[in-house]
C-alpha cells in the first residue's frame, strides 16, 4: 500500500480547491522548466491534494504554451498517485449539452506544437495509450459528478485541438460525423500521454460549455456565453472533487489496470547507451525504473 495523493489541474474557470486544511502554495522546481503556477497542496477529509492551475492563476497560459511537461513532473515529485484533470470543452452530441460534464476514456490528438515525451534521444521508451485514462479513478470521478446532482456522462471520445481558434464549420462538422468524437478542447494533450510516462493514474472529467459551431440551432461559440458556463461549472466541479477524497481513501493499492506500471516494459535504451543528462532529468518520472 502507498497513501494516496489526489491531484488537480484546474481547467478554465477553476483556480484553487474549497476546504483544504493547511492550504499552502508552494513552488516546485523541475528539469523540464517552471510548471504553469505554484501548486496548492493540503489535506481534504484525511487524504493529501494538490492542485494545479493549468493555465496559471489569472489564465496567463495558453494551450500551446501550458508548460506540460513541468506540470506532470512536479506533481510525479510531489508524490501524487492519481491525477484528475477538469477542463472545458465543446460537445458534438446533443444530449451532452452545455453545463453536462463527461468522464473521457478516448482521445484524438490533433496538436502539433507541444512537447509529447519526457523521452527522446539518448533514452528512448515508447508506452501504450490505448487506453489512455484509468478506469478506477474514472469511475470514481463519475460516481462523484453523480453524487453532486451533475448531470454526466460516462465514457466519450474528447478531440483534442491546437487552438488558440476555435473550429471552423467544417472542422467541427468532420469532427463530429465522420470522426464520431463527443468533445473537443485544446489542453488534455500531451497531459494524458505524460501522465502515462510518469506511471500516474489519469482520468479527464470535460466540463461542455457550447456545441461548438456543428449545431444548427446555436451557431458559433460565444466567448461571452462560455464565460457564464465556466463560473457554473467550476461550482460543480469543486462540488464533485470535495466527494473524491472519500471513494479513493487514503491507502492505495496498486493499479489493477497498470498505470503505476506503465514504464515496465518500456525503455529500449540499453543501460550503457543511456543519455546520463536525460537519466538524472528523469528522476523522478521513471527513477523507479532507471534505479
Keep these: 500500500m502507498t497513501e494516496t495523493m489526489i491531484a488537480v489541474i484546474g481547467g478554465s474557470g477553476i483556480y484553487d480547491i474549497d476546504g483544504l486544511e493547511d492550504a499552502t502554495w508552494q513552488a516546485v522546481h523541475s528539469p523540464f522548466g517552471t510548471p504553469s503556477d505554484e501548486i496548492l497542496t493540503g489535506r481534504l477529509n484525511g487524504v493529501k491534494m494538490a492542485f494545479l492551475p493549468r493555465h496559471g492563476r489569472g489564465h496567463v497560459h495558453t494551450p500551446s504554451s501550458v508548460p506540460y511537461r513541468a ?11 492519481d491525477v484528475i484533470s477538469v477542463s472545458a470543452t465543446g460537445s458534438f452530441r446533443d444530449d451532452m449539452a452545455p453545463g453536462d ?22 533514452l528512448v521508451a515508447h508506452v501504450s495509450v490505448a487506453h489512455p485514462t484509468c478506469p478506477r479513478l474514472s469511475q470514481a470521478c463519475f460516481s462523484a459528478a453523480k453524487d453532486a446532482g451533475i448531470t454526466v456522462h460516462k465514457g466519450g471520445t474528447y478531440i483534442a485541438m491546437e487552438g488558440p481558434q476555435f473550429s471552423t464549420l467544417a472542422e467541427s462538422k468532420m469532427y463530429r460525423e465522420s470522426w464520431g468524437a463527443d468533445v473537443i478542447g485544446m489542453t488534455n494533450m500531451p497531459e494524458a ?40 461549472n467550476a461550482d460543480k466541479a469543486r462540488d464533485m472533487v470535495r466527494r473524491l477524497p472519500d ?24 543501460p550503457d547507451k543511456r ?11 521513471a527513477g523507479r525504473v532507471l534505479a
Design 71 to 81: 506540470n506532470i513532473d512536479a506533481l510525479k515529485r510531489l508524490g501524487v498517485t
Design 101 to 122: 460534464f463527461v468522464v473521457v476514456d478516448q482521445f484524438i490528438d490533433r496538436t502539433f506544437a507541444r512537447e509529447k515525451s519526457f523521452f527522446g534521444p539518448g
Design 193 to 232: 500521454k505524460l501522465a502515462r510516462e510518469a506511471e500516474l493514474c489519469y482520468a479527464s472529467v470535460a466540463m461542455v460549455t457550447d456545441y461548438d459551431s456543428w449545431h444548427p440551432d446555436h451557431g458559433e461559440v460565444d466567448v461571452s456565453e462560455i464565460i457564464a458556463i465556466l463560473m457554473g
Design 247 to 270: 471513494l479513493l481513501g487514503v491507502d492505495r493499492a496498486p493499479c489493477e489496470h497498470g498505470c503505476d506500471r506503465a514504464l515496465e516494459f518500456a525503455i529500449l535504451t540499453a
Design 275 to 285: 543519455d546520463p543528462d536525460m537519466v538524472a532529468k528523469l528522476d523522478a518520472v
